[in-house]
C-alpha cells in the first residue's frame, strides 16, 4: 500500500472527516521521481470545533508518528471546520515553492 493511501486512511479512521484531501507533493522538490516523502492535507471534521490550530495539527501528528518517522519528511497540514471551509469556497493554500531546491 502506498504511504498515500495510508495516511488518507489513517485520517478517516481517527478523525472522521467531511472531507479530506492527501497530496503528494514530492514531485515538487528535490526527491527522486515517484518519492512518498512530501505531503499536503485538508481536512475538515467537526471535530475541529473549538479546538484551536495547534491542537489540531497534534492530532494530525500523533495519527501520522509513525509515518513521520518513517519517511515522511514534510507534511503540510490545513485543518478546517466546516463553517471555515465554507468561508474559504473550499480553497486551501498552495504550498510554497521547495527551499531545498527545484528540479
Keep these: 500500500m502506498n504511504v498515500q493511501l495510508v495516511i488518507e486512511q ?3 479512521g481517527a478523525l472522521s ?3 479530506i484531501d ?3 507533493e514530492s514531485n515538487n522538490h528535490s526527491v ?3 518519492s512518498e516523502t512530501h505531503f499536503k492535507v485538508i481536512l475538515v471534521s467537526d471535530g475541529f470545533e473549538g479546538v484551536r490550530k495547534v491542537a489540531r495539527h497534534q492530532k494530525v501528528y500523533g495519527v501520522l508518528a509513525d509515518e513521520l518517522s518513517n519517511g ?3 507534511l503540510a497540514i490545513h485543518t478546517y471546520t466546516k ?3 465554507e468561508e474559504i469556497h473550499g480553497d486551501a493554500p498552495l504550498s510554497p515553492k521547495c527551499a531545498g531546491g527545484e528540479k
Aim: glycine content about 0%.
Design 10 to 12: 489513517k485520517l478517516i
Design 17 to 19: 472527516p467531511e472531507h
Design 22 to 24: 492527501v497530496i503528494n
Design 32 to 34: 527522486p521521481p515517484n
Design 72 to 74: 515522511v519528511h514534510a
Design 83 to 85: 463553517p471555515e471551509w
